[in-house]
Every structure is written in C-alpha cells, then in structure tokens.
C-alpha cells in the first residue's frame, strides 16, 4: 500500500495568515493526489485534485502543487471559515490510501 | 451533480450482520464507481471498498475481504454495502462516494454525509 505522510498534524494561525501543509508520498503518484477539508460533524469536501486542479465552487485561496512523491496545499489568506481538518489522498494505486490529518485552528 | 443519501448505520453486536445503502439522486449515477470509506470516531478516513460502474469489478481492503460486500443497481441508483462478521474495530461513520471514472476504481472522491455504525454488545 502507498503510505501518505502529512504533516504537520496540527497548525494554529491568524486570520488572513498564509497556511501550507505538506503531503509525501511512499513511492512515486506522478500528479493522483487530492485534498479535502472537513469540518467537524460533516462529510469530507473535495477541493484540489489532480495535485493542482481546483475543484469547481472552490474559493481561489486554496490551491495545491507537486508531483512524484512531495505534494503542498496552501490557503494564500485564511478564514474563519476554514477551520476543519486536511486530508491528503492518493490514487494512483487501489487501495486509496489517505494521510492522517491537519488540524487547522485560528489563533 | 449526483447527491449521495446514506442510511442502514446502527447498532449491531459483534458477530452480526448490518447493510447500508447509498442512494444518489441526479443524473448519470451508472457511469461512476463508487466506493465506501469509513471514519472512526475521532481518527482519520480508511477506504474500505470500491465497485465499478457496470458492478463487475469490486475490490476490498484487507481489513474487511471476505467479510464485507459492496455491490449497485444501478436500477434503483443505489449502491450497498453487506457487513458480515461486524467487530469492535469496525465502529465508524461509513461515507458512499463517486470516483470520476467508469472502469477505474482508483480516482479522486465526491462523498455522501455519512451513516453511523456502532459494533457493540
């Protein structure tokens, strides 16, 4: 199984602060990694596949980049509206194997 | 865009049986994959098994083979999932969600809000 190593696990930032979280991959993905956020009590919501493709609704301040095995998910200004946890996923490979979680708070 | 309703989450007592359902509305539910992940209380997300869109191809996590079943019709644009042989470690909220592709069981995840199922005695 290809293992995804996120970190860092949690993060505490300002409103309107620039916020980067990290995923690396076991082995080479080329560009299968997607990122979801979820907030607590709800369902996960994709927001970035194929590493940088934003996911239409998506509000632009999200955006992804990498390929081969290290992949960053930014929020250029974060919201209030953006505490939740962050999820990295691959699917270059069955099965779909996701990383442990960013917990994103407001300091 | 397809929406994802799961039901059937519950109570069930280890060694029993439980089967969820997803049922999408919308359009094109048949040209999809679809897969299950589940989520423990307060940890991260497992995927646990995935179909193809013409229900041929199924494939499972080493943590349910042989004791988990997914399965569509596409009929009735419902997806499934059988749980046999329930454990403690298989309390979790259980998501359904779309993959973009037909034959392709790998793909990025559109989910359902989840149903809740608790392996207790």
């Known amino acids: 199984d290809i293992q995804m190593t996120q970190s860092p696990a949690s993060l505490s930032a300002s409103v309107g602060d620039r916020v980067t979280i990290t995923c690396q991959a076991s082995q080479d993905i080329i560009n299968y990694v997607s990122w979801y956020r979820q907030k607590p009590g709800k369902a996960p919501k994709l927001l970035i596949y194929h590493a940088s493709s934003l996911e239409r609704g998506v509000p632009s301040r999200f955006s992804g980049s990498g390929s081969g095995t290290d992949f960053t998910f930014t929020i250029s200004s974060l919201q209030p509206e953006d505490i939740a946890t962050y999820y990295c996923q691959q699917y270059h490979n069955l099965p779909l194997t996701f990383g442990g979680g960013t917990k994103v708070e407001i300091e | 865009e397809v929406q994802l309703v799961e039901s059937g989450g519950g109570l069930a007592q280890p060694g029993g049986s439980l089967r969820l359902s997803c049922s999408a509305s919308?359009?094109?539910?048949?040209?999809?994959?679809m897969c299950w992940v589940r989520q423990a209380p307060g940890q991260g997300l497992e995927w646990v098994a995935g179909v193809t869109g013409s229900g041929d191809g199924v494939y499972y996590a080493d943590s349910v083979n042989g004791r988990f079943t997914i399965a569509r019709d596409n009929s009735k644009n419902t997806l499934y999932l059988q749980m046999n042989s329930l454990r403690a470690e298989d309390t979790a909220f259980y998501y359904c969600a779309t993959t973009p592709y037909y034959d392709i069981l790998t793909g990025y995840l559109k989910w359902g809000q989840g149903t809740l199922v608790i392996v207790s005695s």
């Open positions: 919308g359009s094109s539910f048949d040209r999809n994959a």
